[in-house]
């Protein structure tokens, strides 16, 4: 690296939050959008957690796949392109006619393994780059561009979509992404001098990193934390807009609001709890209690009815996202330091692949669940289990020693 290590950490931690930022908004930008979408495609809003769940699945290939292609061409070119992949999928969205459910389900797919490859990259950075006596906070700062777009996403695309349609919406956000793919071309140079050109993909280098997470009990359970909590806190970004409007007869762009103090608290959340992870070293009892306070947000969400003021329903909210949504920076952090040397962003890929796992599975089941009982109130009680599960893993024994 010929820069100084102080400004290739800020360089990285500036660009992997911005390319964070638009993957995230290109992931819900679809969510956000759901009820003006599915009634131009002659589809029920509820379809938009089989979205979800489709752009999660291409999530966990590329997640589990992409080890090989971050070293060989380095961390950032993995990114643009990842970033140009999510920005395609979008424009396919944008150009899917009506009652064409294939189409867009290949579209959700293709987002998602765009944005599968943002976080192995982004790790692969800052572990090279990051002091570890403040990992925990500065993953968790870059961790909030996913909070940070899903809360653009809802304070600007329901009022674009109203004013342009939600197809030249959706085209601008493509558009976007392109910008951003040329923006971090300047850094490249320097955060990608450790890519190896010559080498080669093999399934093997697709199942080394799963392997070591399985011999590693930190680790395999710091991914069945992140299955429990991405569920929780995919279901609620992806189902926040609907529920409001369907069950408390709100308008679209006050859910939308809500939506953006849902993802603002995130995103304060993130650097908060990542600051208290470091300052006292437990990261363990931190994702406990973000379990616990998420479990409680999730319950009263259950029993909300039309008649709570629109302050308590901002305020539950509020709580709800900065716990559901602000738990990854923390777990990231923890992951990388459980890796072995060299190997963050290979085995943050192996972990991702759980994590989007649970994010497969997670909105798909809260929809079933709300169609079934005919409400929200018992999907909301599945939130609440699950956020208990992941709180109670958290709290088990101190993390071992890091794999040789």
């Keep these: 690296m010929s820069a100084e290590p102080r400004d290739l950490a800020l360089a990285s931690l500036l660009a992997t939050s911005a390319i964070q930022v638009y993957t995230a908004l290109a992931g819900a930008a679809a969510a956000v959008l759901a009820p003006m979408l599915a009634a131009d495609l002659g589809i029920t809003p509820k379809w938009i957690g089989v979205f979800i769940a489709l752009v999660y699945a291409g999530a966990m290939l590329a997640s589990a796949g992409c080890g090989t292609f971050i070293r060989r061409h380095g961390a950032i070119r993995t990114s643009q392109a990842a970033v140009l992949v999510c920005a395609a999928g979008t424009a396919i969205v944008a150009l899917t006619p009506p009652h064409a459910v294939g189409i867009a389900a290949v579209a959700a797919v293709v987002i998602g393994i765009g944005y599968g490859v943002i976080t192995p990259a982004s790790s692969h950075v800052l572990a090279r780059t990051t002091p570890p006596a403040r990992m925990s906070l500065v993953f968790s700062i870059k961790q909030t561009g996913v909070p940070a777009g899903a809360a653009l996403g809802g304070a600007l695309l329901p009022a674009a979509a109203l004013a342009f349609g939600w197809r030249g919406t959706?085209?601008?956000?493509?558009?976007?992404?392109?910008?951003?793919?040329?923006?971090?071309?300047?850094?490249?140079?320097?955060?990608?001098?450790?890519?190896?050109?010559?080498?080669?993909?093999?399934?093997?280098?697709?199942?080394?990193?799963?392997?070591?997470?399985?011999?590693?009990?930190?680790?395999?359970?710091?991914?069945?934390?992140?299955?429990?909590?991405?569920?929780?806190?995919?279901?609620?970004?992806?189902?926040?807009?609907?529920?409001?409007?369907?069950?408390?007869?709100?308008?679209?762009?006050?859910?939308?609001?809500?939506?953006?103090?849902?993802?603002?608290?995130g995103v304060v959340g993130r650097i908060a709890w990542g600051a208290l992870a470091d300052r006292t070293r437990a990261p363990g009892k931190v994702l406990a209690a973000i379990g616990a306070l998420a479990a409680a947000s999730a319950a009263a969400f259950a029993v909300a009815s039309p008649a709570w003021p629109a302050f308590a329903i901002g305020a539950l909210a509020a709580v709800f996202g900065g716990t559901a949504i602000g738990w990854n920076g923390v777990q990231l952090a923890e992951v990388a330091r459980q890796a072995p040397r060299g190997k963050a962003g290979i085995v943050t890929g192996a972990t991702g692949f759980v994590t989007f796992f649970g994010v497969v599975v997670g909105p798909p089941a809260f929809a079933a669940i709300a169609g079934a009982a005919g409400g929200y109130p018992a999907a909301f009680g599945l939130l609440a289990m699950l956020s208990i599960g992941g709180a109670a893993l958290a709290r088990g024994r101190k993390p071992t020693s890091p794999p040789a």
Aim: hydrophobic fraction near 60%.
């Design 170 to 265: 959706l085209a601008a956000v493509a558009i976007a992404g392109l910008a951003v793919a040329i923006a971090s071309q300047p850094i490249r140079a320097a955060l990608d001098d450790d890519r190896s050109p010559s080498l080669r993909f093999t399934f093997a280098a697709i199942a080394e990193p799963l392997a070591i997470v399985l011999r590693s009990p930190a680790l395999a359970r710091l991914s069945a934390v992140s299955f429990m909590y991405s569920a929780v806190q995919v279901s609620l970004t992806s189902f926040v807009i609907v529920f409001l409007t369907e069950s408390l007869g709100w308008p679209l762009v006050a859910a939308g609001l809500v939506l953006t103090v849902t993802t603002l608290a």
